[in-house]
């Protein structure tokens, strides 16, 4: 029997030996030295914490309760290795790209940096794991305790606890030491990870001793195994295909998404190439570690007395045959297992929390405005330590208030589908683009809340969370909202039900609000960066040198630097390089220094594919990469010019429609005016045509007839002579070719002289004396600067159209005078029918004569014309509706407008 | 005795010159001076030749022209039209209606005095 100090001081030789590695490994690689730390071999081994104490010793138990059920867990990550290797090596690639410190630090970036989503998957990676590290130290106790169990007063039942907690606390101690020495802005932890590869070695030598042990030192070979596995109940358990899908599916999300497998995975990979081994010896090694779990199960349940822990069946039975070395072996195995989970968690979670957590709520504390300086790193170091004490502190709390009397293997399966949420929201980042923040966080907080409701709740029901009304009735007696039957699905095994409801309303809600949201600038950028990282980036090598011209470079860092600042650092750097030339060798030292300076500017992400765009030829172009990079801006300025441009382009589609119709309506005016030109020219003409041929060919005229007809020709002579004038003063108005003669005139001397031309002019003699003109002279005695012959002209025209036109019997003409503002305002209103309203626009229109040319003798050129003096005076004319008769106002500027 | 011509003319002295010529031609002239009330002078007047003017008040002469041809009455009545727009498309428009002859002003007074007696005949 192996005494519990020999226990102890086995188990702190381990431990130091386990320090003694990291040390070594840490200052190896401090020198440069990282040759072997860094091979596939190493790396491979580290991926071996996903097989924690759950499945050295977990997998036993569950196969000697559940048959082959435990090949499960195994062949979740098999699967992924083998066949979702892509996945792996677009994670890696990214974690690469994007500099990405954990699982949280991906999916916040994925989705512009979000923290909140960064919280998200904080939170849920704690809750999910805390549980986890609980398992870790009641494994550890418990196998304490199988050794103490035999010791009579060495070790008592209160040690146990003791145990857990001094575990944890030299965990604690071995994380903080060897997972916070230095901030390595990689996360990358040398001498942990060097420390974990050989734990995985002593977990799988150990677990291949027992199983070699159980097969040829108790049964007699590999036939007798299967003779009694036959013969056990473990043969009758049947598959169920359904539980089996669900859980290969589980153990594959949970190896993708546990924070300590993305650690070991893509935070602490240094080359992608590491991939190609561990693809095919992961698996092999997963094969191993589940060679031997039903041989011990069976010899276990064979030998042990019933009612003894199978869980344990991989210490007890080396044991119970005396085998106390190899029970020490064992014991180490299951330690290791314990002991590089609980560090790696805790690393991995440290940094989530200090990253997304602490530090935010650190730099929010400070003073605004105060600067970060140079005590930056031991903040962070402080925080990544108080982190990890807190993480395992959890676990320990949980440990102790949970009873720690569950089965290790359902507190695992418990933990995974609370890790596994974050598997839709990972996957969509990285292969589809159109994913958003909002939706993201809102399938997390889905996906979590189903978990917690369907399972984790459950799971300590017995601790009064959920009462036993709601697990029976559902919540609020909702049948529907049973925690282990959502909507009705009862029956199901509760950890199936679980997946099920939370991972399909995870992914729909993660689905649909997507595609109803839109991703702001950030997003889309990351978007593009993640869904097209092996376009975007560059293979995970350092820079070799001589691939990169210095003149590229240089005209590349002038566009991100500043011209000076960058010609400054080349000449630096050439002169420090001993040359005479201002550009220095693209030696892979100066181009991680450029990479440097240049992530300053445009961040880390963007300065590396910048670079390795020069130095190794990718296939995108920096004018790609700048695209990308400016993206966002484009994206404003593109909608905003868009805008812009379509406002213009309507603009000037009225514009031009405009003087479309314009043009058309000018041609046919200038038509309809010819034609009536014409008709004008030619009416009289045929008058003077045909009584002048009379005249010429009859000579037995009458004398009286004769001077008739002359006359005809005469009149019909001055009725052309008045078109031509009006016409040419028309033309002469409209071109604006008029010589104004302005001077002060008193307006009712213009009155007075345009009334006594209008009564001549209209019958000759003015003999005509039934038309009445009432005027108001107090009002008409204001001085204007003036054309006053031109607004006679005007005055004329309206009175005589008065005269001619006005259809009552006893016509009467009303002129009033009043000054509004800077005019003078003249109106002209008779007592006839007015002009009908549709008619009031034409008036002003050439030849628009409204009744018989007969009786007017105008051409209907008038109205015409008085507008256009008005409009070369700088007033107007025009028909005053709402007066009983027809009226004219028109306003004249008390002086003329300057010019 | 002499058959009739009605002339729907609205310019006085263009008026005075058509009747004094066709009178002396030994017609009976008959005269008016609006389109709108033009068929019923038509109907009173019943001439055997009509001399129409283009732009009339109130109504055009090729409105009158048109509904003088759709009438059974007047299908085949010679009708001379004056225009001074001396447009294309007016003679145009004037023969498609079923105008019998078209006359730009100004004319001179033996084509016209040949014109009618031409359509009279005819």
Request: with cysteine.
């Amino acid at each position: 029997m192996v005494s519990f100090n020999i226990l102890i001081a086995v188990c702190l030789a381990y431990v130091v030996f386990l320090f003694g590695i990291a040390f070594y490994a840490d200052r190896r690689a401090a020198q440069g030295r990282l040759n072997w730390l860094r091979s596939p071999l190493v790396y491979t081994l580290s991926l071996s914490i996903y097989c924690t104490a759950w499945t050295f010793y977990g997998a036993v138990g569950n196969a000697a309760r559940s048959g082959l059920e435990y090949v499960t867990i195994y062949l979740g990550p098999t699967l992924v290795m083998v066949g979702w290797w892509w996945l792996l090596r677009r994670l890696v690639r990214i974690g690469r790209a994007q500099r990405i410190t954990s699982i949280a630090d991906l999916i916040s970036s994925r989705f512009g940096k979000s923290n909140l989503l960064g919280v998200l998957v904080t939170l849920l990676a704690v809750v999910g794991t805390t549980p986890y590290i609980a398992l870790q130290l009641q494994s550890v106790t418990l196998s304490f305790s199988v050794f103490s169990r035999d010791m009579s007063a060495g070790f008592a039942q209160a040690d146990l606890a003791s145990t857990a907690l001094w575990v944890a606390i030299g965990l604690t101690l071995f994380t903080v030491l060897f997972g916070t020495r230095n901030l390595d802005a990689n996360e990358r932890h040398h001498g942990v990870v060097t420390a974990i590869a050989f734990e995985a070695i002593v977990k799988l030598v150990a677990l291949l001793s027992v199983g070699a042990f159980v097969v040829w030192g108790i049964a007699e070979g590999p036939a007798d195994i299967l003779a009694r596995i036959d013969a056990s109940p473990i043969a009758a358990w049947e598959i169920r295909p359904g539980r089996w899908a669900a859980l290969i599916f589980l153990s594959a999300a949970a190896f993708l998404c546990l924070p300590r497998m993305f650690q070991v995975m893509v935070v602490e990979n240094a080359d992608e190439r590491n991939l190609a081994m561990a693809g095919w010896a992961f698996p092999l090694y997963l094969m191993l570690m589940s060679l031997f779990v039903l041989p011990i199960a069976v010899v276990g349940l064979d030998l042990m007395p019933r009612g003894s822990n199978p869980d344990l069946f991989v210490l007890t039975l080396p044991l119970s045959q005396g085998k106390d070395g190899l029970a020490l072996l064992s014991f180490l195995g299951g330690f290791s297992s314990a002991t590089s989970m609980v560090i790696v968690a805790a690393i991995a979670l440290s940094t989530m929390v200090s990253n997304h957590i602490v530090m935010p709520v650190w730099l929010s504390m400070r003073p605004p405005g105060a600067t970060v300086s140079g005590d930056l790193r031991r903040v962070v170091l402080t925080a990544r330590r108080v982190s990890i004490t807190v993480v395992v502190g959890l676990g320990y709390a949980y440990y102790r208030f949970s009873g720690g009397g569950a089965a290790l293997a359902s507190i695992g399966l418990i933990s995974f589908v609370g890790v596994a949420q974050v598997l839709p929201v990972l996957l969509g980042g990285l292969f589809w683009r159109r994913a958003t923040r909002i939706a993201a966080a809102a399938g997390l907080i889905t996906g979590f809340s189903v978990w917690l409701y369907t399972l984790f709740l459950p799971s300590i029901a017995g601790g009064g969370v959920l009462s036993v009304a709601i697990m029976q009735n559902g919540l609020f007696g909702f049948e529907v909202l049973r925690p282990q039957g959502l909507f009705g699905t009862s029956g199901l095994d509760p950890v199936v039900h679980a997946i099920v409801w939370s991972m399909l309303l995870n992914f729909l809600v993660f689905f649909v609000v997507s595609l109803f949201t839109f991703p702001n600038p950030v997003e889309r950028l990351q978007g593009v960066q993640f869904v097209n990282v092996f376009e975007h980036s560059q293979g995970p090598r350092g820079w070799t040198s001589g691939g990169a011209g210095a003149d590229d470079l240089l005209v590349m860092s002038q566009r991100i630097l500043g011209a000076q600042q960058a010609r400054q650092l080349f000449e630096n750097e050439a002169k420090a390089q001993g040359k005479i030339d201002h550009l220095p060798d693209s030696s892979p030292a100066f181009l991680e220094r450029l990479e440097r300076e240049l992530a300053g500017s445009v961040g880390s992400a963007t300065a590396h594919a910048m670079i390795g765009q020069i130095a190794e030829g990718a296939s995108v172009s920096v004018q790609d990469l700048m695209a990308v990079a400016d993206e966002a801006a484009e994206i404003m300025e593109y909608s905003n010019q868009l805008e812009a441009k379509s406002a213009e382009l309507g603009r000037t589609a009225r514009q031009l429609s405009e003087a479309n119709e314009k043009l058309t309506r000018l041609s046919v005016q200038k038509d309809a005016f010819l034609s009536q030109i014409s008709h004008e020219l030619r009416t009289p003409m045929t008058s003077i045509r045909a009584f002048s041929e009379i005249l010429r060919d009859m000579d037995m005229l009458e004398p009286h007839d004769q001077h008739r007809y002359a006359s005809i020709i005469h009149d019909e002579t001055l009725r052309l002579t008045r078109l031509l004038d009006d016409l040419l003063d028309l033309s002469v108005l409209e071109n604006g070719q008029v010589a104004l003669n302005c001077e002060t005139v008193v307006l009712s001397d213009v009155l007075d002289r345009s009334a006594a031309a209008a009564l001549v002019s209209v019958f000759g003699d003015g003999s005509e004396t039934t038309f009445e003109i009432i005027r108001n002279r107090n009002q008409e005695d204001l001085q204007l600067i003036t054309d006053g012959d031109r607004l006679s002209q005007v005055f004329i025209n309206l009175i005589s159209n008065a005269r001619k036109y006005c259809t009552a019997a006893q016509p009467v003409l009303s002129i009033s005078v009043a000054v509004m503002g800077q005019n003078v305002a003249i109106d002209f209103s008779d007592n006839g029918e007015g002009i009908p309203s549709h008619q009031q626009p034409l008036v002003f229109e050439k030849f628009a004569r409204l009744t018989d040319h007969a009786r007017a003798g105008g051409a209907g050129l008038g109205l015409a014309i008085c507008r256009e003096i008005m409009n070369n005076l700088g007033g107007t004319v025009g028909y005053l509706p709402g007066e009983s008769g027809t009226a004219f106002r028109v306003t004249v500027p008390l002086k003329p407008p300057a010019t | 005795m002499g058959k009739t011509v009605l002339l729907i003319e609205d310019e006085p002295n263009i008026v005075e010159a058509i009747r004094f010529l066709l009178a002396r031609d030994g017609w009976r002239v008959e005269t008016h001076g609006r389109g709108d009330t033009a068929l019923e002078a038509v109907q009173k007047h019943q001439p055997d030749l009509i001399v129409l003017d283009v732009m009339l008040p109130k109504r055009s002469g090729f409105d009158i022209l048109r509904d003088l041809r759709a009438s059974q009455a007047t299908r085949d009545l010679p009708v001379m039209m004056l225009t001074a727009r001396g447009q294309t498309k007016d003679r145009e428009l004037a023969e498609q209606y079923g105008v019998s002859r078209f006359m730009t002003k100004p004319f001179s007074n033996t084509d016209m005095i040949a014109a009618v007696r031409e359509l009279a005949e005819a």
